[in-house]
Nanobody, 123 residues
């Protein structure tokens, strides 16, 4: 079974920074060669924020380009994906979800999700 556990959410002022992390574990996680971060803003659908392949190829939604950085680390037992968010704006307020997926020419998220971590950007 696959387990995804996010951490790092919280309250931050506009212009501030926050770092999220997600640990993916389980015997078959290595069937997947990529991970991503999605978010769901209040009243909106879930959207892809950033994705990364295990080879280091990255993709960012326009909303996060230049402000967000995704990275990944791996060991024999788990994958850990990070999302460094800088210059945060109130519109970045959302529940952020970690996702396991595959990367061919683009990121394809599979139906493996964490429970989410809330990020609130407010003064």
């Amino acid at each position: 079974q696959v387990q995804l556990v996010e951490s790092g959410g919280g309250l931050v002022q506009p212009g501030g920074s926050l770092s999220l992390s997600c640990v993916a574990s389980g015997w078959d996680i290595f069937r997947f060669n990529a991970m991503g971060w999605y978010r769901q803003c209040p009243g909106k659908e879930r959207e892809l924020v950033a994705a990364i392949s295990t080879g280091g190829t990255t993709n960012y939604a326009d909303s996060g380009k230049g402000r967000f950085t995704i990275s990944i680390s791996r060991d024999s037992a788990k994958n850990t994906v990070y999302l460094q968010m800088n210059s945060l704006k109130p519109e970045d307020t959302a529940v952020y979800y970690c996702n396991l997926g595959r990367w061919s020419t683009y990121y394809e998220g599979m139906n493996y999700w964490g429970k989410g971590t809330l990020v609130t950007v407010s003064s």
